[in-house]
């Protein structure tokens, strides 16, 4: 009896041991999973934080070098020389060719996510360097875009999804040129002036001013 009692305790030690292990073999792999798909979260998290800072130190050093020739200006040192800067006459930024200055900007933003990416994308980095001249102002915009690969992919096409997740970044400033600024504002004031509006506005305010002209003199 004690032998019987003996086996039957061994058989359950055993049977309850099996079950734990094959409880393991079927947890296990689920958690390993969610901590891949937690730490591939993280990086992508950390693939948007570089793409917004990138994209904003960089379009503000575009903003900043804007008005210099692009061959002879590096978007992170600035200006290699002292003859860098271009004197394109009166009003330059309308005629000027902006596509060199985009390019380079472009091509300095995909490089320096490359080199810092801890995950390629899929296709590489789309960037687009805008430029709106807005006469009082005018405003430059970077904008990148990048599409990963999501862990498991086919799995995730399988509930009807792409498998695939999209980054984007955009930062947009003014341009940096006060002469600039300067030059266009005094424009408008000539022709403000000239154009005979600054005599009907002087019209439309005269009896405001000897309103106000007979407020002071009541005062003194």
């Known amino acids: 009896m004690k032998a019987r009692a003996g086996f039957s305790a061994h058989f359950a030690e055993n049977k309850i041991a ?3 292990t094959v409880e393991y ?3 296990f792999p689920i958690v390993i999973i969610c901590i891949l798909i937690l730490v591939y979260v993280g990086m992508l998290y950390y693939q948007q934080c570089l793409m917004q800072a990138v994209v904003s130190e960089n379009v503000r050093s575009l903003a900043f070098l804007w008005g210099f020739d692009p061959g002879s200006i590096d978007m992170k040192a ?4 002292k003859d860098a800067y271009v004197d394109e006459s009166l009003y330059w930024h309308i005629f000027t060719d902006t596509d060199k200055r985009k390019n380079k900007a472009a091509q300095a933003v995909q490089n320096e996510l490359m080199s810092k990416s801890v995950i390629k994308p899929h296709g590489g980095f789309d960037v687009e360097v805008t430029f709106r001249n807005l006469i009082i ?3 430059v915009g970077i904008s990148a875009k990048a599409v990963y690969s999501m862990p498991f992919k086919r799995f995730f ?4 999804s792409s498998g695939y997740v999209m980054i984007k970044a955009h930062c947009e400033t003014t341009i940096n040129d006060p002469q600039d600024f300067i030059q266009n504002t ?3 004031i000539q022709i403000y002036e000239e154009s005979g509006f600054k005599d009907r506005v002087l019209e439309k305010l005269e009896p405001l001013v000897n309103t106000l002209q007979k407020i002071k003199d009541y005062f003194k």
């Open 157 to 160: 096409e399988y509930l009807g």
């Open 18 to 20: 099996g079950a734990v």
């Open 186 to 188: 005094d424009y408008l």
């Open 25 to 27: 073999a079927v947890v």
């Open 137 to 139: 102002h005018k405003r």
């Open 78 to 81: 600035g200006l290699t020389g």
